[in-house]
């Protein structure tokens, strides 16, 4: 605590020891360079799991659908050639 701080402070009636109690309590409270470098990396690190988890479903969802898009491709042209087989001779 800064010693215009504890200058105040005791000036409001707090003794020499509430003064140092508040001041080892906020030191206590207060986040260090360390503690938020160390948020930064677990934050970049969850960021980098959940970007790859992303892209591996995009692309599982991207595969889907191109064999759907495969599948009902052939469908309709089997059911073409279905019809087209049916027809009388001379109407295709």
Request: glycine letters at 4%.
């Amino acid at each position: 605590m800064a010693a215009a701080g504890i200058l105040k402070l005791q000036r409001a009636g707090f003794s020499e020891q509430q003064v140092e109690a508040l001041a080892e309590y906020f030191d206590a409270q207060m986040t260090t360079k360390a503690d938020l470098a160390a948020a930064e990396a677990r934050l970049e690190t969850t960021i980098r799991q959940v970007r790859a988890e992303l892209e591996t479903k995009i692309e599982q969802a991207r595969t889907d659908t191109i064999k759907w898009v495969v599948g009902v491709a052939f469908a309709q042209a089997a059911m073409i050639l279905a019809v087209l087989k049916f027809l009388p001779p001379g109407h295709s």
